[in-house]
């Protein structure tokens, strides 16, 4: 092990470190970040550990006690990590009297540097991108110089400008590092069929390798009815009177569809006295409040900011909708919708939009309803749910075992083992000649 190896895992007893192969994983999706992508890129991992080395590089991003690492051993999650935004040179070459602006510029031309040190000193068998930032992009590339096979992983929302809307100039760059990193890929993992007929309307022309399509997936142990809608109501001190649907998200996007619903809802409480719309997880909803105020719906709906990760599942079993009518905005679309399958695991009928691939989480009459970005059709959706119960808790009950079969940890994992292993994405003990080339003869004895 080289001067630099020491350094890097420097707290580490494990003998498997020069006996497994290497992969190398650049992300911005990593925890303590929240979100479908992190979850998604940390089942993959959890997939690949057992018959690989995983070292992490991500950016700190100034997490409240969250101190940078040049290689620390994550205990719970059995990866090494490296939280050097970016870096692993020391820290002489960026002075912290240096303005913000400087430093960051000087990271950039760094990181070059840096990278190439990491795959000169470590070796790595592969390298997974999973967000083409400048940084992914010149992993990508440089990856390629050192003949390690890469994978990129998409999920869509960086794909969407390049699809849906015209060349522009505040698109140039980020159409550039888009389309670098595809250039230097030799496999790519999508979330989504959608996502997947994006990658290839991105890119214009043949891609230079295979593209694996693995759904994602949920915590089924997390999400599911942990009591009775009666019981989840009482501990979240809400109304058993009263009919609630149930919108979760982080952020106020208007690829969400929550301004649609808010205008909806007048229409809809006409039809259901006693409605109540609950907006989960937004912290600054001072925006969507005055489209309330403008649509009379203000009585309507009622909104819940930081909710934590442990109470989601009372919220989903408390509703009897789960709605959120996605639509494209600009090229802001939704890749899937994993907060749909979270509802389905809590037994809970859907209405999604008809855009992206939540089609692909909600089959239309089948565990759900699609309904485009109409007022008038969601108002009807959601009416028809209320009035027709039996019809609601059957689409809820399909939706329930689909998310089962299809979209648990363990199909999940299944399918990531069976998409990048056995279907020789992954060379696990020989480094390729050629990018575009990786042709792994993987069989079973070799796992």
Same mark, same amino acid.
């Given at each position: 092990?080289?001067?630099f190896q ?9 003998? &498997? ?7 190398? $994983?650049? +992300? ?30 991500t ?9 940078? @690492?040049?290689?620390?051993?994550n @205990? ?13 040179l020391p ?19 760094? %990181? ?7 795959l000169?000193?470590?070796r ?6 999973? @967000?083409?930032?400048?940084?992914? !992009?010149?992993?990508?590339? %440089? ?7 890469v ?14 809307t ?18 230097n890929?030799?496999r ?5 069929? $959608? +996502? ?5 309307q ?14 994602p $997936? ?5 999400f599911?009815?942990? +009591? &009775?809608?009666?019981e ?5 001190h ?36 006693g ?11 001072? &925006? ?5 105020k ?5 009585? %309507? ?8 990760? &442990? ?7 408390? !509703? ?15 890749? $899937?919708? %994993?907060?749909?399958l ?7 009928? !859907?209405?999604?939009?008809n ?13 759900g ?21 039996s ?57």
């Amino acid at each position: 092990m080289s001067v630099f190896q020491k350094k890097i895992y420097r707290n580490s007893n494990d003998s &498997s470190i020069n006996s497994k192969p290497r992969i190398l $994983f650049y +992300t911005l999706h990593y925890p303590p970040g929240v979100g479908g992508s992190i979850f998604y890129e940390e089942g993959l991992r959890k997939a690949l550990l057992e018959n690989y080395h995983i070292t992490v590089i991500t950016p700190n991003r100034g997490y409240a006690g969250l101190k940078p @690492t040049n290689g620390e051993l994550n @205990t719970q999650s059995g990866v090494w990590e490296i939280r050097r935004k970016y870096r692993v040179l020391p820290d002489f070459f960026l002075p912290k009297k240096w303005p913000r602006r400087l430093k960051k510029i000087a990271e950039v031309f760094l %990181f070059p540097f840096d990278i190439n040190l990491l795959l000169f000193s470590q070796r790595y068998d592969h390298i997974f991108v999973g @967000t083409p930032t400048i940084a992914g !992009c010149l992993t990508a590339f %440089f990856a390629r110089l050192h003949k390690i096979p890469v994978t990129s992983v998409f999920y869509g929302e960086e794909l969407g400008p390049l699809v849906f809307t015209k060349k522009e100039k505040k698109l140039t760059i980020n159409r550039l590092r888009v389309i670098f990193t595809i250039q230097n890929s030799t496999r790519f993992l999508v979330p989504s069929l $959608f +996502t997947e007929k994006m990658l290839k309307q991105a890119y214009r022309k043949d891609l230079p390798g295979p593209v694996k399509m693995v759904y994602p $997936f949920f915590d089924e142990k997390h999400f599911h009815n942990k +009591t &009775s809608k009666a019981e989840a109501r009482d501990i979240l001190h809400l109304d058993h009177q009263k009919k609630y649907l149930l919108t979760v998200s982080s952020r106020d996007q208007r690829r969400k569809g929550i301004d649609k619903v808010l205008q909806s809802l007048p229409a809809i409480a006409k039809k259901n006295h006693g409605l109540l719309y609950l907006v989960v997880g937004i912290n600054d909803y001072q &925006s969507l409040m005055d489209i309330a105020k403008a649509n009379h719906a203000e009585e %309507f709906v009622r909104f819940i900011p930081k909710v934590k990760y &442990s109470m989601l599942p009372y919220y989903y079993s408390a !509703c009897d909708i789960y709605l959120m009518p996605t639509r494209e905005i600009e090229g802001d679309v939704e890749g $899937f919708g %994993f907060v749909f399958l979270e509802a389905s695991g809590c037994q809970r009928v !859907c209405i999604g939009g008809n855009s992206g691939g939540v089609p692909e989480a909600v089959l239309h009459e089948k565990t759900g309803l699609i309904v485009n970005s109409d007022i008038e059709e969601i108002s009807s959706a959601v009416i028809r749910l209320f009035n027709d119960v039996s019809f609601a808790d059957e689409l809820a009950k399909n939706a329930y075992q689909r998310s089962q079969e299809e979209f648990s940890k363990i199909a999940a994992h299944r399918k990531f083992v069976q998409e990048l292993i056995f279907s020789n994405s992954i060379d696990p003990t020989v480094r390729i000649q050629e990018p575009k080339h990786s042709s792994i003869k993987f069989t079973q004895e070799n796992t």
